[in-house]
């Protein structure tokens, strides 16, 4: 009997040896995060790892409907210029970014039958929209999509918070979770452009993390993987490169 285990090791890029590849031509999902601020209640990684485990989680699903799918490790470091006035972010750049991406495009898919770019931070949405349009105009299947949830709060709030309750219980400290900002982002936008993220949010954080739970959690990471699903198996890409998703979806990581 497959494990668990045995089948996110089977999907792991990573883990793969080059013969078990000659031959097959797999769709490559990328995780793409951040290393930033994340209020003082949740990890600096929080965006990739949120990213990471909803890919892993589809990829998954897929492969047990016979997909040829493997999922590579994740692009940890993005775009975060925004949340540079808080110790511990490390930002690339969105140039930086943008090199990587189109680079692991360009490389992936000489064997890859196409790369989805799986977004867990909102600041690295113009970067990827860059880099696939480059990529699709250069003749390669690329696309990308970000972990979006309807309706979601801001960065380090609720959604956020009850979505690493669930995943990495052990990774946040409900006791140092508070308030933050939590007026509309498109009233605090002209601010945190000027500013950055601790003009508007002393703490790091723009939205309520105190009214989070593990059980929201599950179902909002079920819904997202569930999105991510429907979405690889009949890929429609935009103009910009994005797999086709309501408009009412906020990436997780936003801003």
Same mark, same amino acid.
């Given at each position: 009997?497959?494990?668990?285990?045995?089948?996110?090791?089977?999907?792991?890029?990573?883990?793969?040896?080059?013969?078990?590849?000659?031959?097959?031509?797999?769709?490559?999902?990328?995780?793409?995060?951040?290393?930033?601020?994340?209020?003082?209640?949740?990890?600096?990684?929080?965006?990739?790892?949120?990213?990471?485990?909803?890919?892993?989680? /589809? @990829?998954?699903? =897929?492969?047990? #409907? !016979?997909?040829? %799918?493997?999922? $590579?490790?994740?692009?940890?470091? &993005?775009?975060? +210029?925004?949340?540079?006035?808080?110790?511990?972010?490390?930002?690339?750049?969105?140039?930086?970014?943008?090199?990587?991406?189109?680079?692991?495009?360009?490389?992936?898919?000489?064997?890859?039958?196409?790369?989805?770019?799986?977004?867990?931070?909102?600041?690295?949405?113009?970067?990827?929209?860059? /880099? @696939?349009?480059? =990529?699709?105009? #250069? !003749?390669?299947? %690329?696309?990308? $999509?970000?972990?979006?949830?309807? &309706?979601?709060? +801001?960065?380090?709030?609720?959604?956020?918070?009850?979505?690493?309750?669930?995943?990495?219980?052990?990774?946040?400290?409900?006791?140092?979770?508070?308030?933050?900002?939590?007026?509309?982002?498109?009233?605090?936008?002209?601010?945190?452009?000027?500013?950055?993220?601790?003009?508007?949010?002393?703490?790091?954080?723009?939205?309520?993390?105190?009214?989070?739970?593990?059980?929201?959690?599950?179902?909002?990471?079920?819904?997202?993987?569930?999105?991510?699903?429907?979405?690889?198996?009949?890929?429609?890409?935009?103009?910009?490169?994005?797999?086709?998703?309501?408009?009412?979806?906020?990436?997780?990581?936003?801003?």
């Amino acid at each position: 009997m497959t494990t668990g285990k045995a089948r996110g090791a089977a999907l792991s890029l990573g883990q793969q040896r080059w013969p078990k590849l000659d031959g097959r031509h797999p769709l490559l999902l990328v995780p793409v995060g951040s290393v930033e601020q994340h209020g003082p209640h949740l990890p600096l990684c929080t965006d990739s790892l949120v990213a990471n485990a909803v890919t892993c989680a /589809a @990829a998954e699903r =897929l492969g047990a #409907e !016979g997909e040829d %799918v493997l999922v $590579t490790p994740a692009v940890s470091f &993005g775009a975060s +210029g925004e949340h540079e006035g808080f110790p511990g972010t490390v930002s690339i750049g969105a140039e930086a970014l943008g090199r990587v991406l189109t680079e692991i495009g360009r490389s992936a898919c000489r064997w890859a039958r196409g790369v989805i770019f799986v977004n867990g931070h909102g600041g690295n949405t113009a970067t990827l929209v860059g /880099a @696939a349009r480059l =990529l699709r105009y #250069e !003749g390669r299947a %690329v696309a990308w $999509t970000s972990c979006g949830v309807p &309706g979601g709060d +801001g960065h380090a709030g609720d959604t956020e918070t009850s979505l690493l309750r669930h995943l990495a219980p052990w990774a946040v400290r409900v006791d140092l979770a508070e308030r933050g900002a939590t007026e509309p982002l498109t009233t605090l936008m002209p601010r945190l452009v000027s500013g950055g993220v601790r003009s508007v949010s002393p703490n790091g954080v723009l939205g309520d993390p105190t009214r989070s739970s593990a059980e929201r959690g599950r179902e909002i990471f079920g819904a997202m993987v569930r999105a991510l699903v429907t979405e690889l198996r009949l890929p429609d890409v935009a103009d910009d490169g994005r797999l086709g998703r309501s408009t009412d979806q906020v990436p997780v990581g936003a801003p």
